[in-house]
């Protein structure tokens, strides 16, 4: 007999791809260069540390706003039964900005610094994909080294809002983070520093929502160039969590750039490279049964039966 014909539905969700893809980028290829001058970190650096760079972030700030596209299918859009309370859950859409979702999304008093720095981000990626090209002065000395570089906009050309809400007086970069608005200026440090934010960002998400809602898979990444991962072992390729990914991104930062990051990230960065998932009761008897039990069928989310906050 003929073989029955089936169909299936998904939804075109990118954002493991468009992050993992940014991500290995800024690993092989702007990571050697940034090793290479870890002893200059002053603009200009080299075409190939800041063009992955700024390719990385780009494409890590899509991957967030496909991840929270995503979210507002699942709790909002997609069928269930019996159909769950309060819908539609999330107050913003799908197409809507990923500075505008943000803004909906972080709303407690605790999270208006990460809320700051999101938005931050995303005028960083602006800077790149919608372009500005900016003329820029460079003061070379008789030692071939080079002075401080400065930047301006051509006459007539303007900052979005966005923008000039967030950027410096007198200055191409942010106020928070100190992110250049010269996309030449996106350094490596930078994009590591974007990768950290959005850890955070990330696993908000995930102690708010739940599994499956906000939860970020593995990535099956090779440890290239070798030794940015530390205790790898002997396998050529496995699968690691992006908080794993993130703290090697840290790790791989000299000294100095490690201090630098920590100080614009507030002085305390173990949210920023570490998930703090909430303690689960006490299983008393029967613990492992139950524990396995709870990681192959976890329970539903507590927000799906509540009210908006």
Request: proline share 8%; charged share 25%; glycine share 6%.
């Amino acid at each position: 007999m003929p073989r029955q014909s089936q169909q299936q539905e998904y939804i075109s969700n990118l954002s493991m791809g468009l992050i993992e893809n940014g991500l290995v980028l800024l690993q092989t290829q702007s990571y050697p260069v940034y090793m290479r001058n870890i002893d200059r970190r002053d603009p200009p650096f080299a075409h190939g540390e800041f063009t992955p760079a700024g390719i990385a972030v780009l494409l890590l700030a899509t991957g967030l706003d496909y991840h929270l596209a995503r979210l507002k299918y699942l709790r909002d859009y997609a069928p269930n039964k019996p159909p769950l309370p309060y819908t539609p859950y999330f107050n913003w859409k799908i197409g809507d900005s990923l500075s505008f979702k943000v803004e909906r999304l972080l709303t407690r008093r605790n999270e208006i610094t990460l809320k700051k720095q999101l938005l931050e981000l995303t005028v960083l990626r602006d800077s790149i994909a919608h372009p500005k090209l900016y003329v820029v002065r460079e003061i070379i000395r008789s030692d071939l080294s080079f002075g401080r570089s400065t930047a301006r906009l051509p006459v007539g050309e303007l900052h979005q809002p966005k923008a000039l809400k967030s950027k410096l007086a007198r200055s191409e970069r942010t106020r928070c983070l100190r992110f250049p608005l010269v996309p030449t200026w996106i350094s490596y440090k930078e994009a590591v520093m974007c990768i950290m934010v959005a850890n955070r960002f990330l696993n908000l998400l995930e102690r708010k929502y739940g599994n499956p809602y906000a939860w970020v898979g593995g990535f099956s990444l090779k440890n290239e160039p070798a030794g940015f991962f530390t205790n790898w072992g002997t396998t050529r390729r496995r699968s690691i969590p992006f908080d794993e990914w993130t703290r090697a991104f840290f790790n791989s930062l000299s000294s100095a750039d490690q201090e630098l990051v920590e100080k614009r990230l507030g002085g305390n960065i173990t949210n920023y490279l570490h998930k703090s998932l909430p303690s689960h009761r006490r299983l008393g008897r029967g613990r492992i049964t139950d524990i396995l039990r709870f990681m192959q069928k976890p329970p539903k989310p507590k927000f799906l039966r509540k009210p908006p906050p």
